[in-house]
């Protein structure tokens, strides 16, 4: 596609419910990333995927969260169990090169309520 | 953690003024990025300056890179009300794979 497609736009869950975040980026990039941004502060690194090997995973910061990328393209970021802390905008980018040398593409997240 | 810290948090200023915002950063870097953060809306890269690089241009933003102080500032030029948004700085640290650090970012309001 023409950008990366982050869906739900916006999730409310209960607390303890799980979830499911998708992120759809650009056709042929091969790096994805997953950011997490709290209110009204910069993104923190998630995870990172160069094709279907996830090479970098040092900033989920629990073993609730989970992510994967079966085929290579399309992401999921789980959370089990949620809790409020969990609450906050989750940022998928993806990048055509394997290493830092080019910007990111961001999608525009999924903002994650937890009640 | 964040590695950038920016300066200022927020920054109010009027139509045709320019903006300055800066970036320090604590380790070596292989390249550094700002990016545009609308309200609600993801980031959009603006430009990036390798590490041998000193200063950069793209239309009315102007970049410049000190290593030895590691800081960067972002210049935008004769402001639009369309300016308003985050500006963050990020980093690829050199040895800490492919991750972009983000700093926690200025909030720019350009009043018309």
């Known amino acids: 596609g023409a950008g990366v497609s982050q869906s739900p736009r916006y999730k409310v869950a209960k607390r303890g419910q799980d979830v499911a975040l998708r992120c759809d980026p650009i056709?042929?990039?091969?790096?994805l990333f997953w950011y997490q941004q709290a209110l009204g502060q910069g993104p923190e690194f998630l995870t990172y995927?160069?094709?279907?090997?996830?090479?970098?995973k040092s900033g989920l910061p629990s073993d609730r969260f989970f992510a994967e990328r079966p085929e290579g393209s399309v992401s999921t970021l789980k959370i089990q169990r949620t809790q409020q802390e969990d609450s906050a905008v989750y940022l998928c980018?993806?990048?055509?090169?394997?290493?830092?040398?080019?910007?990111?593409?961001f999608g525009s997240g999924t903002r994650l309520t937890v009640v | 953690s964040q590695q950038g810290e920016e300066d200022p948090q927020a920054l109010s200023i009027q139509e045709g003024e320019n903006a300055t915002m800066n970036c320090s950063y604590k380790?070596?870097?292989?390249?550094l990025q700002w990016y545009r953060q609308n309200s609600g809306r993801g980031l959009v890269h603006l430009i990036l300056?390798?590490?041998?690089?000193r200063e950069k241009h793209s239309g009315r933003l102007r970049v410049t890179l000190d290593t030895s102080k590691k800081s960067s500032s972002l210049l935008i030029t004769a402001s639009r009300a369309a300016d308003t948004a985050s500006y963050f700085c990020?980093?690829?640290?050199?040895?800490?794979?492919?991750?972009?650090?983000f700093g926690g970012g200025t909030r720019l309001m350009v009043k018309p």
């Open positions: 980018a993806s990048s055509p090169s394997g290493t830092g040398t080019m910007g990111y593409t």
């Open positions: 990020a980093t690829d640290e050199d040895n800490a794979g492919n991750m972009l650090t």
């Open positions: 300056i390798r590490s041998n690089e």
């Open positions: 995927f160069q094709n279907e090997a996830q090479l970098d």
């Open positions: 056709s042929g990039h091969v790096s």
């Open positions: 380790t070596s870097i292989n390249n």
